[in-house]
């Protein structure tokens, strides 16, 4: 199988739970990263819309992440979301995740970070082009400006979305409570898969796929924020995933 074309961001929640599935599918795959708004050039160039992330491959182009996993779970025969019920609950969990829960730790992380340009800049600097990096130095302001508006990210949309992620980790925790090791019962699936990428924003697991910067590093408010989300149930078990099952792969064909 040749090697398909993923376009990223790359610290993107979206981008690492395609990034994750790829890689425990077998799936060959050469990722591109860009910066923010000069992405959109390069996902609409290979017809795509202006999110990522977005996979070219010899059958087609693939704009959106779940249907990303669902090309990963065809390469290894359904393993990736299980059978039967366990099939069910995974999909409706995926969908849950995507829409209440990725959204919300995106615009709260941004939140506390968009006024570090040199974090903002170094967290999407690795594997882009100089000639990118320097354009996003140059224009972060108005870049930054776009971002806030584009994505809501003020206070009053943070506090919001800091209670509806903390509704979703309740939530987890609660499926959690009588003592199951994973969101649907004894297997990891593309539930938990797409529950630890989309927590990552606000947990920081070290096995990241793409480099986060140290908790030491961040202001006070968003070390706090990390700090509360990680001591729960849910935070526990998306840092588990990642220590578990980040490296792990499926056989092709399984």
């Keep these: 199988m040749p090697?398909?074309?993923?376009?990223?961001?790359?610290?993107?929640?979206?981008?690492?739970?395609?990034?994750?599935?790829?890689?425990?599918?077998?799936?060959p795959f050469v990722e591109e990263p860009h910066v923010p708004l000069i992405h959109s050039v390069h996902t609409r160039k290979a017809g795509g819309a202006r999110t990522v992330p977005v996979l070219l491959?010899?059958?087609?182009?693939?704009?959106?992440?779940?249907?990303?996993?669902?090309?990963?779970?065809?390469?290894?025969?359904?393993?990736?979301?299980?059978?039967?019920?366990?099939?069910?609950?995974?999909?409706?969990?995926?969908?849950?995740?995507d829409e209440k829960l990725g959204p919300h730790t995106r615009r709260l992380v941004y939140f506390h970070i968009l006024d570090d340009r040199q974090l903002v800049v170094g967290l999407f600097a690795p594997g882009v082009s100089r000639a990118e990096r320097a354009s996003f130095e140059l224009g972060y302001l108005p870049i930054r400006a776009l971002m806030r508006k584009g994505m809501k990210i003020d206070r009053e949309g943070a506090d919001r979305s800091r209670?509806?992620?903390?509704?979703?980790f309740r939530d987890v925790s609660a499926r959690l409570a009588d003592g199951r090791r994973y969101l649907t019962g004894d297997r990891f699936t593309a539930a938990d898969l797409t529950f630890a990428s989309l927590a990552a924003p606000v947990i920081l697991p070290p096995e990241y796929g793409w480099p986060l910067p140290p908790l030491a590093s961040l202001g006070p408010a968003m070390q706090s924020e990390v700090r509360h989300f990680r001591d729960s149930a849910a935070g526990e078990l998306a840092l588990r995933l990642y220590r578990e099952e980040r490296a792990q792969v499926l056989a092709v064909g399984s």
């Design 57 to 97: 491959t010899d059958s087609g182009t693939f704009s959106d992440s779940t249907d990303i996993l669902e090309l990963c779970d065809r390469q290894v025969s359904g393993a990736l979301y299980g059978s039967g019920e366990t099939r069910r609950q995974s999909r409706d969990l995926e969908e849950y995740f």
């Design 3 to 27: 090697a398909y074309r993923l376009i990223t961001l790359g610290p993107s929640h979206y981008c690492e739970k395609a990034r994750w599935a790829l890689s425990r599918c077998r799936v």
């Design 163 to 168: 209670e509806r992620a903390l509704a979703v």
